[in-house]
């Protein structure tokens, strides 16, 4: 399985500080996305980022990608109560393969 | 648009009952999928549909299973007989092109089986 794997598995921080997460994988990948669950509610996706692409950006959130080590990190800048929620990074294999999860990254931001 | 709508967000059901989970996919969605959440296994892909039709039911755990979709703008995800193992958040989701872009979600529907 190709499935990605966050660290860390939770994550404490105070309103206003930066937050990493970081997602590894096994094998060679198309694409690689980020999702927010916040409880109790379906995954919104945040980020799509391709295998030939290093680095992106949306608003406050940065997402890198080595594929010589095979991971994939997603920082969220200047935190926010509201960002508090479980991140999953998610990987699809370059030749049309399904859409793996990965645990999640469980985010608690405190005012 | 409304989004991916899933019905019902909750049910209570005891075991050994039918369990009929419904989805509507985002309009001009080719792609439907079936995932299943649980604390113990993450979220796991049951089956998935382009076009319609079943493209990968592998991760499908059982014959109690079953996924139709039988038009564009509807899909079921039934279970029979049910089983407290089967007790899980169930998502349908939706997407224009499959795997190599956005996956809308619907808001999942929770299921317990007593």
């Known amino acids: 399985s190709q499935q990605g794997e966050e660290d860390p598995q939770a994550l404490s921080i105070q309103e206003g500080e930066n937050a990493t997460m970081n997602c590894s994988y096994k094998t060679s990948i198309n694409n690689l996305q980020w999702y927010r669950q916040n409880s109790g509610r379906g995954l919104v996706h945040l980020i799509l980022i391709r295998s030939n692409e290093r680095e992106k950006h949306s608003g406050r959130l940065r997402v890198t990608l080595d594929t010589s080590k095979k991971s994939s990190s997603l920082l969220i800048t200047a935190s926010r109560a509201a960002d508090t929620a479980s991140y999953f990074c998610?990987?699809?294999?370059?030749?049309?393969?399904?859409?793996?999860f990965g645990q999640g990254t469980e985010l608690s931001v405190k005012p | 648009d409304a989004g991916v709508i899933q019905s019902p967000r909750h049910e209570v059901t005891e075991m050994g009952q039918e369990v009929t989970l419904r989805c509507k996919p985002i309009s001009g969605h080719d792609y439907l999928f079936w995932y299943r959440q649980t604390m113990m296994r993450g979220l796991e892909l049951l089956i998935y549909f382009n076009n319609n039709v079943p493209i990968d039911d592998s991760g499908m755990p059982e014959d109690r299973f079953s996924a139709k979709m039988p038009n564009a703008s509807f899909s079921t995800l039934k279970i029979q007989p049910s089983e407290p193992r089967d007790s899980a958040v169930y998502f349908c989701a939706s997407s224009l092109t499959g795997f190599g872009n956005t996956i809308y979600f619907g808001e999942g529907s929770w299921l317990t089986v007593v």
């Open positions: 998610a990987t699809a294999d370059n030749q049309g393969g399904k859409l793996i």
